[in-house]
Protein backbone atom coordinates (compact mmCIF):
# COMPACT_ATOMS: atom_id res chain seq x y z
CA UNK A 1 0.00 0.00 0.00
CA UNK A 2 0.63 0.63 -1.60
CA UNK A 3 2.54 -1.27 0.08
CA UNK A 4 4.82 0.67 2.08
CA UNK A 5 7.60 -0.58 2.45
CA UNK A 6 8.66 -1.43 -1.13
CA UNK A 7 5.71 -0.54 -2.87
CA UNK A 8 6.65 3.29 -2.20
CA UNK A 9 9.35 1.87 -3.96
CA UNK A 10 8.80 -1.58 -3.09
CA UNK A 11 6.12 -1.84 -0.48
CA UNK A 12 2.95 1.20 -0.76
CA UNK A 13 2.20 4.80 -0.31
CA UNK A 14 2.41 7.67 -2.85
CA UNK A 15 0.65 11.48 -4.63
CA UNK A 16 0.36 14.00 -7.12
CA UNK A 17 -2.70 16.13 -8.76
CA UNK A 18 -3.72 20.16 -8.79
CA UNK A 19 0.07 20.89 -8.55
CA UNK A 20 0.97 21.17 -12.06
CA UNK A 21 3.89 22.31 -13.22
CA UNK A 22 5.44 23.93 -10.71
CA UNK A 23 4.98 20.42 -8.50
CA UNK A 24 7.64 19.84 -6.19
CA UNK A 25 10.62 17.54 -7.10
CA UNK A 26 9.69 14.60 -4.14
CA UNK A 27 6.12 14.55 -5.48
CA UNK A 28 7.10 14.08 -8.65
CA UNK A 29 9.53 11.43 -7.83
CA UNK A 30 6.88 10.03 -5.22
CA UNK A 31 4.21 9.56 -8.32
CA UNK A 32 6.81 8.35 -10.57
CA UNK A 33 7.67 5.73 -8.20
CA UNK A 34 3.88 4.16 -8.06
CA UNK A 35 3.98 4.11 -12.28
CA UNK A 36 7.05 2.41 -12.29
CA UNK A 37 5.77 -0.08 -9.51
CA UNK A 38 6.89 -3.80 -10.32
CA UNK A 39 8.00 -5.57 -6.94
CA UNK A 40 7.28 -8.61 -4.74
CA UNK A 41 7.90 -8.68 -1.49
CA UNK A 42 7.36 -11.29 1.73
CA UNK A 43 7.07 -10.21 4.86
CA UNK A 44 4.93 -9.82 8.15
CA UNK A 45 2.24 -7.41 9.75
CA UNK A 46 2.55 -7.28 13.31
CA UNK A 47 -0.25 -5.99 15.77
CA UNK A 48 1.41 -4.66 19.49
CA UNK A 49 -1.12 -4.17 21.98
CA UNK A 50 -1.29 -1.59 24.76
CA UNK A 51 0.44 -4.40 26.77
CA UNK A 52 2.57 -4.87 24.99
CA UNK A 53 1.01 -8.69 22.99
CA UNK A 54 2.34 -9.15 19.86
CA UNK A 55 0.03 -10.72 17.07
CA UNK A 56 1.88 -11.70 13.74
CA UNK A 57 0.42 -12.58 10.31
CA UNK A 58 2.66 -13.77 7.75
CA UNK A 59 2.14 -11.97 3.98
CA UNK A 60 2.95 -11.69 0.47
CA UNK A 61 2.34 -8.32 -1.87
CA UNK A 62 3.25 -8.09 -5.54
CA UNK A 63 2.65 -5.03 -7.68
CA UNK A 64 2.76 -3.44 -10.72
CA UNK A 65 1.86 -0.37 -12.69
CA UNK A 66 -0.64 -1.02 -15.71
CA UNK A 67 -1.49 1.40 -18.11
CA UNK A 68 -3.13 4.23 -15.99
CA UNK A 69 -3.93 1.52 -12.87
CA UNK A 70 -1.59 0.31 -10.21
CA UNK A 71 -2.45 -3.42 -9.13
CA UNK A 72 -1.51 -4.72 -5.70
CA UNK A 73 -1.75 -8.63 -5.01
CA UNK A 74 -2.38 -8.99 -1.12
CA UNK A 75 -2.08 -12.52 0.52
CA UNK A 76 -2.21 -13.57 4.55
CA UNK A 77 -0.24 -16.75 4.30
CA UNK A 78 -0.50 -17.42 7.76
CA UNK A 79 -1.63 -18.61 10.59
CA UNK A 80 -3.77 -20.54 8.50
CA UNK A 81 -6.94 -19.83 10.06
CA UNK A 82 -6.37 -16.08 8.75
CA UNK A 83 -5.47 -17.04 4.75
CA UNK A 84 -7.13 -14.04 3.00
CA UNK A 85 -6.30 -12.92 -0.86
CA UNK A 86 -7.23 -9.21 -2.16
CA UNK A 87 -6.70 -7.95 -5.01
CA UNK A 88 -6.45 -4.01 -5.06
CA UNK A 89 -6.84 -1.92 -8.41
CA UNK A 90 -5.79 2.03 -7.89
CA UNK A 91 -6.99 3.68 -10.99
CA UNK A 92 -6.51 7.91 -10.63
CA UNK A 93 -10.01 9.30 -10.90
CA UNK A 94 -11.85 7.74 -8.10
CA UNK A 95 -12.30 4.91 -9.81
CA UNK A 96 -10.61 2.00 -7.13
CA UNK A 97 -11.97 -1.43 -6.24
CA UNK A 98 -11.09 -4.48 -3.96
CA UNK A 99 -11.94 -7.87 -4.59
CA UNK A 100 -11.34 -10.70 -2.23
CA UNK A 101 -11.05 -14.45 -1.67
CA UNK A 102 -11.12 -16.68 0.90
CA UNK A 103 -9.75 -20.58 1.05
CA UNK A 104 -12.52 -22.51 -0.39
CA UNK A 105 -14.05 -19.85 -2.75
CA UNK A 106 -14.76 -20.60 -6.29
CA UNK A 107 -15.01 -16.68 -7.20
CA UNK A 108 -13.80 -13.58 -5.64
CA UNK A 109 -16.00 -11.23 -4.60
CA UNK A 110 -16.03 -7.44 -4.39
CA UNK A 111 -15.04 -5.96 -0.84
CA UNK A 112 -17.63 -3.35 0.19
CA UNK A 113 -16.69 0.27 0.00
CA UNK A 114 -17.71 0.18 3.88
CA UNK A 115 -14.95 -2.90 5.01
CA UNK A 116 -12.00 -0.47 2.81
CA UNK A 117 -11.36 0.66 6.50
CA UNK A 118 -10.38 -2.75 7.75
CA UNK A 119 -7.61 -4.57 7.58
CA UNK A 120 -6.18 -8.03 8.79
CA UNK A 121 -5.15 -7.09 12.08
CA UNK A 122 -7.61 -4.16 12.83
CA UNK A 123 -7.38 -0.85 11.21
CA UNK A 124 -3.69 0.39 11.37
CA UNK A 125 -2.78 -0.92 8.43
CA UNK A 126 -6.28 -0.98 6.10
CA UNK A 127 -6.48 -1.98 3.23
CA UNK A 128 -7.49 0.90 1.59
CA UNK A 129 -3.89 2.28 2.73
CA UNK A 130 -2.90 -0.47 0.29
CA UNK A 131 -4.24 1.63 -2.86
CA UNK A 132 -1.56 4.24 -2.86
CA UNK A 133 -4.23 6.91 -3.90
CA UNK A 134 -3.64 10.20 -1.66
CA UNK A 135 -1.55 11.29 -4.30
CA UNK A 136 -3.37 11.46 -7.49
CA UNK A 137 -6.14 13.11 -5.47
CA UNK A 138 -7.14 16.78 -7.09
CA UNK A 139 -5.66 18.61 -4.39
CA UNK A 140 -2.16 19.15 -4.10
CA UNK A 141 -0.76 21.85 -1.36
CA UNK A 142 3.03 22.24 -1.06
CA UNK A 143 3.60 23.23 2.89
CA UNK A 144 7.14 23.84 2.17
CA UNK A 145 10.31 22.08 3.35
CA UNK A 146 11.13 21.22 7.02
CA UNK A 147 13.04 18.47 8.77
CA UNK A 148 11.61 14.95 10.13
CA UNK A 149 14.32 12.93 12.13
CA UNK A 150 17.97 13.32 9.88
CA UNK A 151 15.93 14.08 6.53
CA UNK A 152 14.82 17.29 4.83
CA UNK A 153 11.75 16.74 3.94
CA UNK A 154 8.77 18.19 1.17
CA UNK A 155 5.94 18.29 2.98
CA UNK A 156 2.93 18.39 1.10
CA UNK A 157 -1.08 18.21 2.25
CA UNK A 158 -3.56 15.85 0.20
CA UNK A 159 -7.21 16.67 -0.15
CA UNK A 160 -9.93 14.14 -2.36
CA UNK A 161 -11.94 15.16 -4.63
CA UNK A 162 -15.85 14.67 -4.95
CA UNK A 163 -14.99 11.24 -6.90
CA UNK A 164 -12.35 9.75 -4.89
CA UNK A 165 -14.03 6.77 -2.70
CA UNK A 166 -11.72 6.90 1.10
CA UNK A 167 -12.32 7.00 4.69
CA UNK A 168 -9.79 9.56 4.89
CA UNK A 169 -10.35 13.27 4.30
CA UNK A 170 -6.81 14.74 4.13
CA UNK A 171 -3.54 13.26 4.05
CA UNK A 172 -0.48 14.90 4.94
CA UNK A 173 2.93 13.46 3.56
CA UNK A 174 6.60 14.42 4.52
CA UNK A 175 7.98 13.54 1.25
CA UNK A 176 12.43 13.06 1.43
CA UNK A 177 13.81 15.90 -0.87
CA UNK A 178 16.37 13.32 -2.54
CA UNK A 179 14.18 10.38 -3.48
CA UNK A 180 10.62 11.56 -2.67
CA UNK A 181 10.10 8.65 -0.75
CA UNK A 182 7.76 8.70 2.41
CA UNK A 183 9.51 9.32 5.31
CA UNK A 184 6.00 9.71 7.90
CA UNK A 185 2.36 10.14 6.80
CA UNK A 186 -0.70 11.40 8.86
CA UNK A 187 -3.86 10.47 7.69
CA UNK A 188 -6.95 12.14 8.56
CA UNK A 189 -9.94 9.83 9.04
CA UNK A 190 -13.46 11.20 7.89
CA UNK A 191 -15.81 12.10 10.51
CA UNK A 192 -13.90 11.42 13.64
CA UNK A 193 -10.57 13.37 13.25
CA UNK A 194 -8.90 10.38 14.19
CA UNK A 195 -4.97 10.27 12.84
CA UNK A 196 -3.00 7.40 11.82
CA UNK A 197 0.49 8.26 12.13
CA UNK A 198 2.66 6.01 9.61
CA UNK A 199 6.27 6.67 10.09
CA UNK A 200 9.30 4.92 7.88
CA UNK A 201 12.76 3.20 8.51
CA UNK A 202 15.80 2.17 6.98
CA UNK A 203 15.13 3.95 4.08
CA UNK A 204 17.33 2.73 1.29
CA UNK A 205 17.99 2.19 -2.59
CA UNK A 206 18.09 -1.20 -4.38
CA UNK A 207 18.32 -1.49 -7.93
CA UNK A 208 17.43 2.29 -8.86
CA UNK A 209 14.41 1.84 -6.65
CA UNK A 210 13.99 3.40 -2.95
CA UNK A 211 12.24 1.38 -0.06
CA UNK A 212 12.23 1.07 3.76
CA UNK A 213 12.57 -2.24 5.72
CA UNK A 214 9.77 -1.66 8.11
CA UNK A 215 6.69 1.09 8.38
CA UNK A 216 4.98 1.50 12.20
CA UNK A 217 1.60 2.92 12.40
CA UNK A 218 0.48 4.24 14.91
CA UNK A 219 -2.93 6.05 15.95
CA UNK A 220 -2.25 9.40 17.83
CA UNK A 221 -3.68 9.49 21.61
CA UNK A 222 -3.88 5.68 21.46
CA UNK A 223 -1.19 2.98 22.85
CA UNK A 224 0.10 0.24 20.30
CA UNK A 225 0.71 -0.18 17.22
CA UNK A 226 0.92 -2.26 13.75
CA UNK A 227 4.42 -2.44 12.12
CA UNK A 228 4.64 -3.96 8.19
CA UNK A 229 8.45 -5.88 8.14
CA UNK A 230 10.00 -6.34 4.89
CA UNK A 231 11.65 -9.91 5.26
CA UNK A 232 13.25 -10.37 1.42
CA UNK A 233 11.56 -9.50 -2.18
CA UNK A 234 12.42 -8.38 -5.67
CA UNK A 235 11.70 -4.38 -6.53
CA UNK A 236 12.07 -6.06 -10.22
CA UNK A 237 9.60 -8.85 -10.32
CA UNK A 238 8.60 -8.75 -14.05
CA UNK A 239 5.42 -9.28 -13.42
CA UNK A 240 2.62 -9.19 -15.53
CA UNK A 241 -1.24 -9.68 -16.15
CA UNK A 242 -1.44 -12.92 -15.39
CA UNK A 243 0.50 -12.53 -11.78
CA UNK A 244 -3.02 -10.90 -11.06
CA UNK A 245 -5.79 -12.91 -12.57
CA UNK A 246 -9.11 -14.32 -10.57
CA UNK A 247 -7.46 -17.72 -10.70
CA UNK A 248 -4.56 -16.28 -8.57
CA UNK A 249 -6.47 -14.67 -6.26
CA UNK A 250 -8.72 -18.34 -5.68
CA UNK A 251 -5.71 -20.00 -5.39
CA UNK A 252 -4.29 -20.88 -2.17
Not at 8 to 20: C, D, I, K
Not at 32 to 54: C, F, P, S
Not at 57 to 84: C, Q, T
Not at 204 to 228: M, N, P
Request: glycine residues 8%; aromatic residues 10%.
Amino acid sequence: MTFKAFALAATMLLPMAAVALDAPAPLVLAKKQLETADYRMIGHLVRVDENGTRTSYGINIKAHWFAGMLRVLFEVASPPDARVHLLLEMRPGGESTIQIAHPGNARVAVLPFEKWNEGPLGAGFSYEDFLEAPYFWSSQVSQGRTKFGARICDVILSKPGEADRTHYEEVKSWLDADSGFPVHVEKTVKGTGIVKEFTYFGLRQRQGTWYADQVEVKIRGHSGSTLLVIDRGSPKAHLDVKDFSSTQLTHF
